[in-house]
């Protein structure tokens, strides 16, 4: 009976990370858009050497600033796979996670036009490991993707923000 507890936490773990990509297709699409851009980011940079996939949504927030621009705010996590670096059409079925790395925390900001992101002002992607994240790291990013509303006039980006 002892290994029942543990029995639970391992089905848990592996219940919550086959369904991580799940909930990356219930985003919203231009949210998926952000993420797609962090991914193509992450998985160019030359130290990386294993696939990330997109892990687990933490805050989103939204802002329409009306004429079919929004501001999009979004903070999530990016897990490491199996596959090595440049794999193409990876999802979880052909690349599973690895519970050996430590995530990576993303905070990105843009700004859309008719669903799609715009290209100024640039948008804003912060990907770090999360041990290396600090609280100036997270300050300098909320400041960044607030500047990014108050230059049009919007209101903050965070301070509409939701689950």
């Known amino acids: ?11 848990g773990v ?14 919203p699409d231009t949210v ?14 030359e130290g990386v050497q294993q696939h990330f996939l ?23 996590y990016l897990k490491a796979t199996k596959c090595k670096r440049g794999t193409e059409n990876a ?11 430590p995530l990576i925390d993303c905070a990105i900001c843009y700004k859309t036009y008719a669903g799609k992101i715009e290209p100024e002002p640039i948008p804003y992607v912060s990907c770090v490991h999360k041990p290396a994240l ?19 006039g919007s209101p903050t980006l965070l301070a509409v923000a939701t689950e």
Not at 32 to 45: E, F, M, P, Y
Not at 93 to 100: L, Q
Request: aromatic content about 10%; charged content about 25%; glycine content about 6%.
């Open 1 to 11: 009976m002892p290994d029942l507890p543990f029995a639970l936490l391992v089905f």
């Open 14 to 27: 592996l219940l919550s990370s086959g369904g991580a990509q799940n909930s990356l297709s219930k985003l």
């Open 32 to 45: 998926k858009k952000g993420v797609d851009l962090a991914l193509k980011n992450v998985n160019s940079h």
């Open 54 to 76: 997109f892990f687990k949504s933490l805050q989103q927030s939204k802002i329409e600033a009306g004429f079919d621009v929004t501001f999009i705010y979004h903070k999530f």
């Open 91 to 101: 999802d979880t079925t052909t690349c599973a996670f690895r519970n050996d790395r």
């Open 134 to 152: 600090t609280e100036d790291m997270t300050k300098e990013r909320l400041e960044r993707c607030n500047k990014m509303g108050y230059s049009s």
